[in-house]
Structures are given as structure tokens and as C-alpha cells.
């Protein structure tokens, strides 16, 4: 997984910093932090995302030493829009 890939990912579960999204065909889930979900602020998470909600991502960061994936909604819409 490279950073600034974008993928299609599943919303498992809403935390008050972020989402969590498993990534499709695989079995890694990466974190949405609540600033790369969307533009608009004064949201929280749960009023954004939900789990089950399929979403577009863009891969911004692998730590591979503490398995963690930090995801983008926010950047992978704003490719896709110039498509």
C-alpha cells in the first residue's frame, strides 16, 4: 500500500477523532482522522460517515512498525472532482 494511492474502502466504525475503514480485498483497516473526512467543519465524525458506508480514500501515510494507515476522504474527493 503506497501513499497517494486512492482505494475504495468500507466505514467500520465511527470514533470522535475519526472513522476507521477496512480496505477493499484486503483485511487492513486505516484511520479517516476527522480533518480528512470533509471541508466542512464543525461536523462530527458520526454526522459525516457510517459504518457500512462505502467511501473513496486516498492513501496519505503507511507506518508499517505501528500498522497503521492514515486515510483521506477529503483528498480523494478532490481528485476525483478533476476527472
Known amino acids: 500500500m ?8 468500507t ?4 470514533v470522535e477523532y475519526g472513522a476507521f475503514a477496512l480496505i477493499d480485498g484486503t483485511d487492513v483497516e486505516g484511520l479517516v482522522h ?3 473526512i470533509s471541508d466542512v467543519p464543525g461536523y462530527r465524525p458520526e454526522h459525516l460517515v457510517a459504518p457500512g458506508e462505502r467511501v473513496v480514500a486516498k492513501v496519505l501515510n503507511v ?5 497503521r494507515i492514515g486515510l483521506s476522504i477529503r483528498q480523494a474527493v478532490m ?5
Request: avoid cysteine; hydrophobic fraction near 30%; aromatic fraction near 0%.
Open 2 to 9: 503506497k501513499p497517494g494511492r486512492i482505494i475504495d474502502a
Open 63 to 67: 507506518d508499517k512498525k505501528r500498522r
Open 34 to 36: 476527522i480533518s480528512e
Open 11 to 14: 466505514i467500520t466504525r465511527v
Open 79 to 83: 481528485i476525483d472532482g478533476l476527472d
